[in-house]
């Protein structure tokens, strides 16, 4: 059974589960170079293809509902502008979680992806039952390493650089114990 997919607020922030109203902004959004740097993902091309990967994540859950795959999309309240876009994917038999996060051009550097990313990381363990959220960084990316210290992540050790990847990633962990209550409302 799924739990009710939330909507999560902050002071500064409503994140809204993504779905297919979404598509054609985040489209846009993904188009921005320097969000591809540290990433294995390239810039999306096709539209279409796009709105249906936004429906297809409406689920929820992996095709085989082994594993949860949340994505949300961080909006600013004061001006309703998208800021940035978290994913978590939890695998169910391991209650194991994978976090990542995204800010937009002209949003960097303002704390909002630290501000997302401890509301999901406190729904992932009150909420879908997560016992662990690792988050897995490029060593160059000095604006991620800031925001997995801003949420209490651990760092536990330097993994070497997988097939798709070209550089090592830092790899930092979080269990609910390690969170402050980030004063969430689900």
Known sequence: MSPNRPILTTPRLRLEPIDRSHADCLFE?????????????TRPDDL???RRGCEFLESDKSPDETKWWLNWVSFDQSNNSIVGK??????????????????FAGY????????????????????????KIVIEIDLRNESSLRVADAVGARYVRTRPPEATEDHEQKVFELTEKDLPNPGVSV
């Open 86 to 103: 978290i994913e978590l994917s939890i695998t169910l038999d391991t209650a194991k979680g994978y976090l990542a996060y995204y800010s």
């Open 29 to 41: 959004l993904f188009q921005e170079p320097s969000l591809h740097i540290f990433t294995e993902r």
């Open 108 to 131: 960097e550097g303002q704390g909002f992806a630290s501000e997302a990313c401890r509301v999901v990381i406190s729904t992932a363990f009150s909420i879908y039952n997560a016992q």
């Open 48 to 50: 279409a293809e796009f």
